[in-house]
C-alpha cells in the first residue's frame, strides 16, 4: 500500500496539484485589464466629446465642448492617470512574479503595488462621483445637447458608465487579490516562486 501512495503522490507532484492555486491571480490580472481599458475608453470618448451649439431663448448661440465643465476635464485626466497607474500594476503583478510565499522576495514592489492599487481606486471614484454630479447639476444645459445638436450627452452619458465600470473593476480587482480562489489558471514551474 505504501509503494501506491507514494506513486500518486509522484504523479501529483509532476501535475503541480501540490501546488497553491493560483485563480486569484488570474482574477485580479483580467480585472486589472478590464480596468485600465475601460478608464482609457472613458478618457478618450470624454475628450473627443463633440462640440455642441446652443441656442438660447433670446437668439444668442452658444458652443459647448467638455472643457467647459471642470469636472469632466477632471474625469478625463484622472482616468488617464488611472490608465497609467494600472498598466505600472499590471507590470509589477506579472512582472515581478509576486511571489507572495517567499520571505526573501523583495517587498518594494508589492508596496508599490499597493499604493498603486489604493491610487487607481481613488482616482476612479473621484472622476465618477464628480461627473455623476455634474450630470446632474448641468443636467439642463447638457440635455440640451440631445439629438441634431450633438452627440455631446450621449458621449457623457458613456464616458461616465465607462468610469463607473472601471471603479467597480478596480475595486474587485483589489478584493479579490486578497481572496484565495481554489483553481489554476495557468501551470506553475517550481523556478516561477
Known sequence: MPKRTNRLAHKLEMHGADEEPNGSKAVTLLLRLATMALALTSAVVMATASECTI???N???ATVTFKHYPPFVYLAWFNFVATI???AGIYL???T???DDDEEA?????????AIDVAVLALLNLATGAVFSAVVAYGPQISACTGTAGRFCEQVHRSKHFSLAASIAAGSAAFFKDVPLPFN???MSSDDC
Open 55 to 57: 441656442y438660447q431663448p
Open 59 to 61: 437668439g444668442a448661440k
Open 85 to 87: 497607474l494600472e498598466a
Open 93 to 95: 503583478q506579472v512582472g
Open 97 to 99: 512574479g509576486d511571489c
Open 106 to 114: 523583495p517587498k518594494i514592489p508589492r508596496i508599490v503595488l499597493v
Open 185 to 187: 489558471l495557468w501551470p
